[in-house]
Every structure is written in structure tokens, then in C-alpha cells.
């Protein structure tokens, strides 16, 4: 971080920025760096700007050429990894993914672990869980693709809600 931003974060937070002892006032400049920019990652190969972050788990392909040029992309085939019950899901995932199928290896990763007869009958889309990321309900018929479940991998919530059969599981969660 530069000086004068660390300077003006640390008054943001009521501090002085006090280097060897000396306390510096600095007036507020604004940061020599813009800021980066979030590369957004799709299944298809595409250039990443210079000034951008990448999320972690994307393929990436450098040049060697001294073009300086990346490209990247998410993996074909990519593990999701949630936490769910006493365990945490691990499930491999493809573009066309559907969440229905989530749901469904959620259902039977929890029998698995806790022994709860549940219901995951994926044909009929009718599971005890349901996946939530970012406050929203992903709709079950979509893809891993149509809702960028790559993108919000890390903030995946999986919620009970009634069975086909008519039972819930929601002590097992």
C-alpha cells in the first residue's frame, strides 16, 4: 500500500499514521494504483486485463512471448466444496451442472454422514435441500453456468425444505 493511502485509512479509522515516531499529517491523495478490477471467469477462454484480480481455481494460460498477455477460463470439470452438516460437500461440477443435481448429492451427503433417511430422487427435482448463494435461491432447473455458481461458490447455503415424501430433515442439518 502506498503511503498516502495508508495515511487516509488510517484517519478513516481515527488513527495517525506514526512512522519511527514521527506522526505524519498528510493531505488526502488520492492512491498512485487504481483500483483492480474483478475478473469475471466464464467457461470460454478470454483475456484478463492487466489491472485485474483472479479468482482462485480459474485456468491460466500465460504467454511467454513478452506480450504479457493472459487468458483465462473456469475448468471444464471444477470441485464444489460447502459446508453442510457436520461435513462439508464436495461435489464436481460442469457448465451444464444442473442445481437440482446439488441439491440432490446434498441430500445424500447427509445420509451418508448422519444416517437421516432422506429423499433425493433427482429425476423428479424433488430433494430436501435447497441452494441459496448471496441471499437468492438458485432456481433448480438452471445450470452451474446460468447462475455463475463458480462465482459464488464460496458463499453457498444449502437449506432444508420439505420432502416429496412430506418429511423435513431439518435436524440434520
Do not use: N
Request: with cysteine.
Amino acid at each position: 500500500m502506498c503511503l498516502p493511502c495508508a495515511a487516509r485509512q488510517a484517519r478513516a479509522f481515527g488513527y495517525t499514521l506514526d512512522i519511527f515516531g514521527l506522526i505524519l499529517v498528510l493531505p488526502d491523495y488520492s492512491c498512485a494504483f487504481p483500483a483492480l478490477e474483478q475478473f469475471r471467469a466464464s467457461y470460454e477462454w478470454q483475456e484478463v486485463p492487466l489491472a485485474a484480480t483472479v479468482p482462485a481455481g480459474l485456468e491460466i494460460r500465460l504467454s511467454l512471448d513478452g506480450s504479457h498477455k493472459r487468458v483465462a477460463r473456469i475448468p471444464p470439470t471444477w470441485r464444489l466444496m460447502a459446508p453442510l452438516g457436520q461435513g462439508i460437500l464436495r461435489f464436481d461440477v460442469t457448465a451444464s451442472t444442473r442445481i437440482q443435481e446439488v441439491e440432490a448429492a446434498a441430500a445424500a451427503h447427509v445420509q451418508r454422514i448422519s444416517g437421516v433417511a432422506v429423499v433425493a430422487d433427482s429425476s423428479s427435482a424433488s430433494t430436501c435441500f435447497m441452494v441459496w448463494a448471496h441471499g437468492e435461491r438458485l432456481r433448480a432447473d438452471f445450470t452451474a453456468e446460468q447462475v455463475r455458481l463458480f462465482e459464488r461458490q464460496r458463499r453457498i447455503e444449502f437449506r432444508p425444505r420439505p420432502c416429496a415424501g412430506g418429511g423435513e430433515i431439518g435436524a440434520a442439518i
